[in-house]
């Protein structure tokens, strides 16, 4: 079976600062990692995905994360946040072999201060 | 280019009732999941069809619970006799492929059930 933990259930951090959330997982079998985030109100959205290849996934808001095997660590960054940032952020793993379900993490909510 | 929808997004149940809780995917998307947000938490998965075959249900918590999509497009979960631990946000996502691995799941705006 596979899990995941997210560290920090809140984050609270200034606008232009930047930040990392973090996310470990555990799986004895080769899992594909993903990070989600739901703004208020609104439903779950990919923000980016690690399938193969380079360990460092972009986003196209700035977002990244990478891949760490060896820590089966799967943090996300961003060297300057904005106010519309603001959300909650989801990390999650899948299987190789089988149905694409995911196993998500608790969330972690990350705040924007002006 | 319409989204996941989920209808309705609100419900507010007595305890004891049966409650059904709609989706409607993707137009064309093959494969359909369903997950339940407790508060605080991460989703959980629930079930999963390819087309109208239900292809994994472990996740569903007891038998009260059930689900169907019975022409491979929207699907319907359906809580009989609810209880106060079903009070939750349960969200529907649905992927164009025969749940391949690296497709994304698109997910709807979920509905909030509440029992009483």
């Known amino acids: 079976a596979q899990s995941v933990t997210q560290l920090d259930s809140q984050v609270p951090v200034f606008e232009e600062a930047p930040v990392e959330l973090r996310c470990n997982y555990s799986?004895?079998?080769?899992?594909?990692l993903f990070w989600y985030v739901q703004y208020p109100n609104q439903g779950l959205q990919l923000l980016l995905k690690y399938l193969s290849g380079s360990t460092l996934v972009e986003s196209i808001n700035g977002f990244e994360a990478e891949f760490n095997k060896s820590q089966t660590s799967f943090h996300l960054r961003k060297p300057s946040v904005h106010i519309s940032d603001t959300a909650e952020y989801f990390c999650?793993?899948?299987?190789?072999?089988?149905?694409?379900?995911?196993?998500f993490g608790q969330g972690t909510r990350l705040t924007i201060n002006p | 280019g319409a989204g996941v929808s989920q209808s309705p997004r609100y419900k507010v149940a007595k305890r004891g009732q049966d409650v059904a809780l709609r989706c409607d995917p993707i137009s064309g998307h093959v494969s359909l999941f369903w997950y339940q947000q407790a508060l605080g938490q991460g989703p959980e998965f629930l079930t999963y069809?390819?087309?109208?075959?239900?292809?994994?249900k472990s996740g569903l918590p007891s038998d009260r619970f059930f689900a169907e999509r019975p022409e491979g497009s929207v699907s319907t979960l359906k809580i009989q006799r609810t209880q106060q631990e079903d009070s939750a946000v349960y969200l529907c996502?649905?992927?164009?492929?025969?749940?391949?691995?690296?497709?994304?799941?698109?997910f709807g705006p979920g509905t909030r059930l509440t029992v009483l």
């Open positions: 069809f390819q087309n109208e075959a239900q292809l994994d």
């Open positions: 999650a793993v899948s299987r190789y072999q089988g149905a694409q379900k995911l196993v």
């Open positions: 996502a649905s992927s164009p492929g025969l749940a391949m691995r690296t497709d994304t799941q698109y």
């Open positions: 799986s004895s079998v080769s899992v594909y």
